[in-house]
């Protein structure tokens, strides 16, 4: 349940606010509704990984791939955009995954 709440939220909030309100929406789903520090963890990564790999692929394939391409000359990494993309939502799920931990754990502090 935290792990849908956080996604359809995110996915919403990521067309109008800025980045970094994943982080807030999965703070608050996890204060609300997180159970214990491990699944709200992972529930804010997955939630957020999905969210992010979806949004650079609604970016990134209608203009083929163009400004991934040019970053990955930059480094050299292997597999082209396809790294660069996992790495990306990577990072965004650890965002996510902090947030939603943080949650669960000021809820157990306020619990006790």
Do not use: C, D, E
Request: aromatic share 16%; no cysteine.
């Amino acid at each position: 349940m935290l792990f849908l709440i956080i996604l359809i939220l995110s996915f919403v909030s990521s067309y109008f606010l800025p980045w970094w309100m994943v982080a807030i929406v999965a703070f608050l789903a996890a204060f609300i509704i997180g159970k214990t520090p491990g699944r709200s963890f992972w529930s804010g990564f997955a939630a957020i990984f999905i969210v992010w790999t979806m949004l650079a692929l609604f970016k990134s394939i209608p203009n083929n791939n163009m400004l991934a391409s040019r970053v990955v000359q930059l480094f050299p990494i292997p597999h082209k955009w396809v790294f660069l993309l996992v790495v990306t939502a990577a990072i965004g799920g650890l965002v996510g995954g902090m947030g939603a931990l943080s949650g669960v754990l000021l809820k157990r502090a306020f619990g006790k």
